[in-house]
């Protein structure tokens, strides 16, 4: 019995999706991933313009970014294609088309920003806090609105629905081992400073997403 309870606290943690709440409408879900995406989405391009990296599959993306001629856009978009099929038994047809439709979303608005937004100079102080806040609370509401940003949340899921594996053990340690291969591209500074964002983005969640605190799931 306690088995199940903690196996459904962390699917309850990786989807934010809780049956027994009150369930938002689907206009403020709508509102809500549309807000949460952009904050993200802001947030990384502050870390793209201080040459930082991330954990999860937008970590991936952005070390691609500076590897290759693809735009994080285009990567982050067909990076995530294959994980999807991980998520449609063991998160649901709801939770994978909202996290499609915010990933699409993010994949146009980072392309798109720097049409929008000329920064000459971005200190990593300012990336690693402010971009890491952005990210953080973008997630979170996302999290609220049962959706995600696909990756690495789709595919802890599967593994803690199949092999039993502690969902959030095993994405610290996938965003570790990606934050290690950002070294591959960026400076040790740039690193550390990387590592400094993605403590704040995960306190931010850590303190503020947890099963039962927010009584309006959907």
């Excluded at 999290?143 to 199949?162: D, S």
Aim: charged content about 10%.
């Amino acid at each position: 019995m306690q088995k199940e309870l903690t196996e459904e606290t962390d699917r309850k943690e990786v989807t934010g999706l809780d049956p027994t709440r009150t369930r938002h409408s689907l206009a403020e879900d709508v509102f809500a991933i549309a807000i949460g995406t952009a904050l993200v989405s802001f947030g990384v391009f502050l870390y793209q313009q201080a040459s930082l990296v991330l954990g999860g599959l937008a970590g991936v993306a952005l070390i691609l970014d500076y590897l290759t001629p693809f735009g994080f856009g285009a990567l982050f978009f067909a990076i995530n294609l294959p994980f999807y099929l991980f998520g449609v038994g063991s998160l649901g047809w709801g939770y994978i088309l909202r996290t499609f439709a915010a990933v699409t979303a993010m994949s146009l608005m980072v392309r798109v920003l720097p049409y929008g937004v000329d920064v000459s100079f971005v200190h990593p102080l300012v990336a690693s806090m402010m971009g890491g806040a952005m990210i953080g609370f973008g997630l979170l509401a996302l999290f609220r609105h049962g959706a995600g940003l696909g990756g690495v949340n789709i595919l802890v899921a599967f593994l803690q629905e199949r092999f039993k594996l502690r969902a959030g053990y095993v994405q610290l340690g996938v965003d570790l081992v990606i934050l290690c291969a950002g070294a591959l591209v960026v400076s040790l500074e740039q690193l550390a400073w990387s590592v400094a964002g993605a403590v704040v983005f995960n306190l931010i969640l850590g303190v503020n997403h947890k099963p039962g605190r927010y009584m309006a799931f959907s």
